[in-house]
């Protein structure tokens, strides 16, 4: 199995900062795609960014210039630097990873979420 331990979410005020962090563990025996969804109340779950081990990424059009994803392979981390935040990012983020353990093939993995509330 593989887990995910998601950090670094809270309150900031608009405009602020915030740094995400997510660890993989377990039985690990390779990670493909990294990323980070996020869920706002009423809202359904969409994607943020995704890296891949290569480091190419992707983002969502609403993030970009203002959100970085970057990932440590050697630590089986990524993380989510998120500049310039506005009301509009609050939502609850959850870390995402494709993984295949020394046990199954490739799988999608969860976080348990994280709270990122951007409000004066």
């Known amino acids: 199995q593989v887990q995910l331990v998601e950090s670094g979410g809270g309150l900031v005020q608009p405009g602020g900062s915030l740094r995400l962090s997510c660890a993989a563990s377990g039985s690990i025996f390779s990670i493909n795609a990294m990323g980070w969804y996020r869920q706002a109340p009423g809202k359904e779950r969409e994607v943020v960014a995704i890296?891949?081990?290569?480091?190419?990424?992707i983002y969502t059009d609403s993030v970009k210039g203002r959100f970085t994803i970057s990932r440590d392979n050697a630590k089986n981390t990524v993380f989510l630097q998120m500049n310039s935040l506005n009301p509009e990012d609050t939502a609850v983020y959850y870390c995402?990873?494709?993984?295949?353990?020394?046990?199954?093939?490739?799988?999608?993995?969860w976080g348990q979420g994280t709270q990122v509330t951007v409000s004066s």
């Open positions: 890296i891949t081990p290569g480091g190419s990424k």
């Open positions: 995402y990873a494709d993984a295949r353990s020394s046990k199954s093939n490739i799988l999608p993995y």
